[in-house]
């Protein structure tokens, strides 16, 4: 969550330090979505670990956080869709990351 007057390239590093005690980089352009409905602007980072940080180092470090796993971008697990979860925004997000291996979604901007 951001704290008050807190940027959220801020909060992102601190939240991911908070909950999984790991440095990470950022590796893509910010995307910004307006919502219309709830009313609210959502940030989605692209992030990557910092050097010398390994997969396997990474662990929960909080309660709130119950496993961590990964994924192969191509091999990525079916996400449940509901209105304003990630689901909605992540083809997007593929499609800015590897745009030579996921189609840009025409629609998504549009909600």
């Given at each position: ?29 910010l ?59 992540l ?21």
């Amino acid at each position: 969550m951001l704290g008050w007057s807190e940027e959220p390239e801020v909060a992102i590093h601190r939240e991911v330090a908070e909950e999984l005690g790991i440095q990470v980089v950022e590796t893509g352009p910010l995307v910004i979505r307006h919502r219309r409905r709830p009313r609210r602007m959502e940030y989605y980072f692209s992030l990557g670990l910092r050097s010398g940080v390994t997969p396997e180092s990474v662990a929960p470090a909080s309660p709130e956080i119950e496993e961590v796993r990964w994924f192969d971008v191509d091999d990525l697990p079916r996400l449940e869709r509901r209105p304003g979860n990630t689901s909605e925004v992540l083809p997007m997000l593929l499609a800015r990351r590897f745009p030579e291996r996921f189609p840009a979604p025409t629609d998504i901007l549009d909600r």
